[in-house]
């Protein structure tokens, strides 16, 4: 059972060039998010889903784009890339309490470091 | 609006108690959670709080206080393991109940 992955694990692009990371959970949670983390400002959402085909920004989220056609994939695609969008990019999953809220526990994907030149 | 408060970073010594603080304004509040995150590594789930008091889960142990808006995260006998990044972690109610995290505590741990 491998939980929560993401692809690929490192990526080098140009800058203009589109670039999509992808996000994969075999649990069937409804939550997925999206966040990107960089020295001095911690995690940052850039997107979220509350469940398959609801989508939502984050507080970055100028720049991205995301979809959730199925449950399970998560992928969010940076249309063209800029240097300051050089980051590890953080994919996480939650449950959904019974109010319909994510619930607080996070559970996250192992990164994807991002280098744009 | 919301913000978390957590030192940049804290020093121990192996084998000591470290306690890593964390002060909180939000829009409405649930419960203040806890994450560790080694250097290359992705965030993992500590402990969750939702009413005032000390949550016990082995070395780590984890208090909130509703009135103070404040919590902190205890790790007792200091392991060179324990070398790591701490984020407390709030859903704010005023941003949809996203979770929004702190900018984390650095964990120095001396032999």
């Known amino acids: 059972d491998a939980g929560i992955t993401q692809s690929p694990r490192y990526k080098i692009t140009e800058t203009g060039r589109q670039v999509t990371l992808m996000c994969h959970q075999t649990w069937s949670h409804s939550y997925m998010f999206w966040y990107r983390q960089d020295l001095g400002h911690g995690l940052r959402l850039i997107y979220y889903s509350a469940a398959a085909d609801i989508t939502d920004k984050g507080e970055v989220p100028d720049g991205y784009v995301v979809s959730r056609s199925k449950t399970e994939n998560f992928p969010l695609t940076l249309e063209s890339a800029t240097r300051s969008q050089t980051s590890v990019y953080f994919c996480?999953?939650?449950?959904?309490?019974?109010?319909?809220?994510?619930?607080?526990?996070?559970?996250f994907g192992p990164g994807t470091r991002l280098t744009v030149l | 609006g919301q913000s978390l408060e957590q030192p940049s970073e804290v020093t121990a010594v192996e084998g000591a108690i470290v306690q890593i603080n964390c002060t909180y304004q939000?829009?409405?509040?649930?419960?203040l959670s806890w994450y560790q995150q080694h250097d290359g590594g992705a965030p993992t789930f500590l402990s969750y709080?939702?009413?005032?008091g000390l949550e016990e889960t082995g070395r780590f142990s984890s208090f909130l206080s509703r009135s103070d808006s404040y919590g902190y995260l205890l790790l007792q006998e200091l392991q060179m393991k324990d070398s790591a990044s701490y984020f407390c972690a709030v859903r704010d109610q005023s941003r949809d109940d996203k979770i929004i995290f702190g900018k984390g505590t650095r964990l120095h741990i001396l032999p």
């Open positions: 996480a999953s939650s449950d959904v309490e019974l109010a319909g809220v994510s619930t607080d526990t996070q559970y």
């Open positions: 939000t829009s409405g509040f649930y419960g």
């Open positions: 709080n939702a009413l005032d």
